[in-house]
């Protein structure tokens, strides 16, 4: 059998296999004893045939949508065969390729590699992972396969060494009996095995979810210190109902059990990461014990576990590729990111972590920011999803200007609009709860597999719960490049975005955790709690006057900056048409800059339209008792 695999020049050529990769087990074994020293052990033994072999480090990481395998973390390659060094060499084009020759008779091949766990500003799974008394291991940063493969047909049998003392938590099955501080797990494909991340720590707590449905679902914690595994059961069953709740949206399930892997701690890159089986979910410390917190990360478990269906399960067809070398296409982001986001937060409100208010409120901050995105006049939604592969590794001042990974918010609104929009055709009687159902429960319940669709996919799947020119509303708000955000689905909803002069319970939460005051919707500036310019609103009015990011703001009307200085001289220039004065410092120059600005302060609020159907209300509702 061959397989199709690209060559140096990127020019599609045919390459024979060596066969006893499809035959054999590779095994992986992987030390993380010394994990609290930021360094990775993994030994790895590769079925092999004599001749030339080229193998492959995974650099397209599912979930992080472009090619961040953490190459540049690698460490300590040494490849052997019956005990003999093997001479390797790196392709001088794709650096993550490594060519060399199998002696005769030969039929296994080890290779020792270790991942450098040092925080270097990578992001995802190249970030810190590891503390004193935690570690999270991706197997994508110490996994080699045979290049040309399909990931999942190649076979691996892993194994971890944990710290004494260690527990873990996982989607692998372990084979080995009793306690022990090293484990094997099931042979799996590599598609499973990258798919199935480990999270193991000193302090670590499993906790059953949702005893009453099948499969099982649990919530592993790892954290730096005892106390903060201390979650309430308030909270846990929130998490119990987020489980029931997919079951009646999503109608199916798509694993054999399933596991939320938190890390809570300040020694970890914070952010979460899909997986079909598990989610990697990097949050702070004390996340799970104070209440402030637990809500403003209210979405991020019900989004990493709604992207099991959408996302894992149903994926677009450009993100579905055979190996981890081939290039992904994100276009079908805004559907994988979008309408996880959308029905995400909706999930997170209907199992009880957010009130109805505190969504609304959140809501409106997103539709505010999104329809002041200058950047939108030059660059359409869709791009942003195309370019997702650089975008996400951008982002802070001009953001505004350049856009970023927008199809995740304004993503969310095209959903609220498509929701508010089958339920106002269908009068109440259909949703995108329907659309959920049929689309991510395509098949029943099935184990982990990946179901792809296309755009034509999408829009038949919602022309079966209503028929309407989804492929024209969908393109609209996917191709124009009009200024406004779609806000459509706020006025179908019943509620429009209207401004106040004080902040929301959420703005004030938000604000609370930066330490900055939002002066965004009233003068076009972001400014930090020292007075720094994070952003400037393109074309904005403090844009005009000469504001521009990293500038810092020394003195408003002669006073030195403080957030409720600035505060203050804003209220006061409701009442006169003196203009507000900053002294702002500039890379070592000073300059005056001055801002004929009369209407108080603004924040983004939700209100009701008297006299519509309060849709968004019917859209919170749960849909278990
Ligand atoms: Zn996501």
Same mark, same amino acid.
């Given at each position: 059998m061959s397989l199709v695999a690209r060559g140096m020049a990127g020019v599609v050529v045919f390459m024979g296999l060596g066969m006893a990769a499809a035959q054999q087990p590779i095994t992986l074994h992987v030390d993380l004893r010394d994990a609290p020293k930021k360094i990775l052990h993994a030994v790895e033994e590769i079925p092999v045939t004599p001749g030339a072999n080229t193998l492959v480090f995974p650099k397209w990481i599912p979930g992080e949508?472009? *090619?961040?395998? *953490? %190459?540049?973390?690698?460490?300590g390659f040494f490849l052997t065969a019956n005990g003999e060094p093997v001479k390797w060499q790196r392709d001088p084009i794709d650096m993550f390729a490594f060519h060399f020759n199998v002696p005769a008779g030969v039929t296994t091949l080890e290779a020792k590699m270790d991942f450098l766990a040092t925080p270097n500003g990578g992001s995802f799974t190249a970030g810190g992972s590891t503390s004193a008394n935690l570690a999270m291991l991706s197997w994508n940063t110490l996994v080699l396969y045979p290049q040309g493969t399909k990931s999942a047909d190649v076979m691996v049998t892993p194994s971890v060494t944990l710290p004494d003392g260690w527990r873990y938590g996982t989607a692998l099955t372990p084979t080995s009996a009793g306690p022990s501080q090293s484990i094997d797990f099931s042979t799996v494909s590599l598609e499973q095995l990258i798919d199935s991340p480990v999270l193991t720590g000193r302090f670590f707590r499993e906790i059953p979810l949702a005893p009453d449905v099948t499969p099982k679902h649990f919530l592993d914690m790892a954290a730096d210190?005892?106390?903060?595994?201390? %979650?309430s059961e308030q909270h846990i069953d929130d998490f119990s109902k987020l489980v029931r709740e997919t079951g009646a949206l999503y109608k199916s399930r798509h694993y054999s059990s399933y596991h939320f892997l938190v890390t809570l701690s300040d020694q970890v890159l914070h952010f979460g990461l899909e997986h079909h089986q598990s989610s990697d979910d990097r949050v702070e410390p004390t996340t799970f014990v104070t209440d402030d917190k637990f809500t403003l990360d209210g979405d991020l478990l019900p989004h990493e576990f709604t992207h099991s269906w959408n996302g894992k399960y149903r994926r677009p067809i450009g993100l579905v590729t055979p190996n981890y070398q081939e290039p992904m296409i994100g276009d079908g982001l805004w559907v994988y990111e979008g309408l996880t986001e959308y029905l995400g937060d909706v999930l997170a409100t209907r199992c009880g972590i957010w009130t109805p208010q505190q969504y609304r409120d959140r809501l409106a901050g997103i539709a505010a920011t999104y329809n002041l995105r200058p950047g939108r006049t030059w660059r359409n939604l869709q791009d942003t999803a195309r370019m997702a592969q650089i975008l996400y590794t951008t982002g802070g001042p001009f953001d505004n200007w350049r856009r970023g990974t927008d199809f995740y918010d304004e993503g969310e609104l095209v959903w609220l609009d498509v929701d508010t929009t089958i339920r106002k055709l269908t009068d109440g009687k259909k949703s995108l709860n329907d659309f959920a159902g049929s689309f991510e429960g395509l098949g029943g319940n099935t184990g982990p597999k990946v179901v792809p669709y296309t755009f034509d996919d999408v829009v038949a799947a919602l022309t079966a719960v209503v028929p309407y020119d989804w492929a024209g509303f969908l393109r609209f708000r996917l191709d124009t490049n009009r *200024?406004?955000? *779609?806000l459509g689905g706020l006025e179908n909803g019943g509620w429009k975005l209207v401004y106040k002069d004080q902040p929301s319970e959420w703005s004030t939460l938000e604000e609370s955790e930066s330490g900055s005051v939002d002066f965004w919707y009233s003068l076009g500036l972001h400014v930090g709690p020292q007075g720094n310019v994070g952003d400037v609103l393109h074309g904005g009015m403090a844009d005009k006057a000469g504001f521009g990011p990293g500038m810092k703001i020394i003195a408003v009307n002669n006073r030195e900056y403080d957030p409720n200085v600035l505060r203050a001289a804003i209220i006061d220039a409701k009442g006169s048409t003196q203009p507000i004065e900053f002294i702002v410092e500039n890379t070592g120059y000073f300059k005056i800059l001055k801002l004929d600005y009369h209407e108080g302060e603004k924040f983004p609020v939700l209100e009701r339209i008297a006299g519509t159907p309060d849709r968004l209300d019917d859209i919170l509702k749960p849909m278990t008792k």
């Amino acid at each position: 059998m061959s397989l199709v695999a690209r060559g140096m020049a990127g020019v599609v050529v045919f390459m024979g296999l060596g066969m006893a990769a499809a035959q054999q087990p590779i095994t992986l074994h992987v030390d993380l004893r010394d994990a609290p020293k930021k360094i990775l052990h993994a030994v790895e033994e590769i079925p092999v045939t004599p001749g030339a072999n080229t193998l492959v480090f995974p650099k397209w990481i599912p979930g992080e949508h472009m *090619p961040s395998g *953490p %190459i540049d973390d690698m460490a300590g390659f040494f490849l052997t065969a019956n005990g003999e060094p093997v001479k390797w060499q790196r392709d001088p084009i794709d650096m993550f390729a490594f060519h060399f020759n199998v002696p005769a008779g030969v039929t296994t091949l080890e290779a020792k590699m270790d991942f450098l766990a040092t925080p270097n500003g990578g992001s995802f799974t190249a970030g810190g992972s590891t503390s004193a008394n935690l570690a999270m291991l991706s197997w994508n940063t110490l996994v080699l396969y045979p290049q040309g493969t399909k990931s999942a047909d190649v076979m691996v049998t892993p194994s971890v060494t944990l710290p004494d003392g260690w527990r873990y938590g996982t989607a692998l099955t372990p084979t080995s009996a009793g306690p022990s501080q090293s484990i094997d797990f099931s042979t799996v494909s590599l598609e499973q095995l990258i798919d199935s991340p480990v999270l193991t720590g000193r302090f670590f707590r499993e906790i059953p979810l949702a005893p009453d449905v099948t499969p099982k679902h649990f919530l592993d914690m790892a954290a730096d210190g005892p106390e903060d595994l201390n %979650i309430s059961e308030q909270h846990i069953d929130d998490f119990s109902k987020l489980v029931r709740e997919t079951g009646a949206l999503y109608k199916s399930r798509h694993y054999s059990s399933y596991h939320f892997l938190v890390t809570l701690s300040d020694q970890v890159l914070h952010f979460g990461l899909e997986h079909h089986q598990s989610s990697d979910d990097r949050v702070e410390p004390t996340t799970f014990v104070t209440d402030d917190k637990f809500t403003l990360d209210g979405d991020l478990l019900p989004h990493e576990f709604t992207h099991s269906w959408n996302g894992k399960y149903r994926r677009p067809i450009g993100l579905v590729t055979p190996n981890y070398q081939e290039p992904m296409i994100g276009d079908g982001l805004w559907v994988y990111e979008g309408l996880t986001e959308y029905l995400g937060d909706v999930l997170a409100t209907r199992c009880g972590i957010w009130t109805p208010q505190q969504y609304r409120d959140r809501l409106a901050g997103i539709a505010a920011t999104y329809n002041l995105r200058p950047g939108r006049t030059w660059r359409n939604l869709q791009d942003t999803a195309r370019m997702a592969q650089i975008l996400y590794t951008t982002g802070g001042p001009f953001d505004n200007w350049r856009r970023g990974t927008d199809f995740y918010d304004e993503g969310e609104l095209v959903w609220l609009d498509v929701d508010t929009t089958i339920r106002k055709l269908t009068d109440g009687k259909k949703s995108l709860n329907d659309f959920a159902g049929s689309f991510e429960g395509l098949g029943g319940n099935t184990g982990p597999k990946v179901v792809p669709y296309t755009f034509d996919d999408v829009v038949a799947a919602l022309t079966a719960v209503v028929p309407y020119d989804w492929a024209g509303f969908l393109r609209f708000r996917l191709d124009t490049n009009r *200024p406004e955000a *779609p806000l459509g689905g706020l006025e179908n909803g019943g509620w429009k975005l209207v401004y106040k002069d004080q902040p929301s319970e959420w703005s004030t939460l938000e604000e609370s955790e930066s330490g900055s005051v939002d002066f965004w919707y009233s003068l076009g500036l972001h400014v930090g709690p020292q007075g720094n310019v994070g952003d400037v609103l393109h074309g904005g009015m403090a844009d005009k006057a000469g504001f521009g990011p990293g500038m810092k703001i020394i003195a408003v009307n002669n006073r030195e900056y403080d957030p409720n200085v600035l505060r203050a001289a804003i209220i006061d220039a409701k009442g006169s048409t003196q203009p507000i004065e900053f002294i702002v410092e500039n890379t070592g120059y000073f300059k005056i800059l001055k801002l004929d600005y009369h209407e108080g302060e603004k924040f983004p609020v939700l209100e009701r339209i008297a006299g519509t159907p309060d849709r968004l209300d019917d859209i919170l509702k749960p849909m278990t008792k």
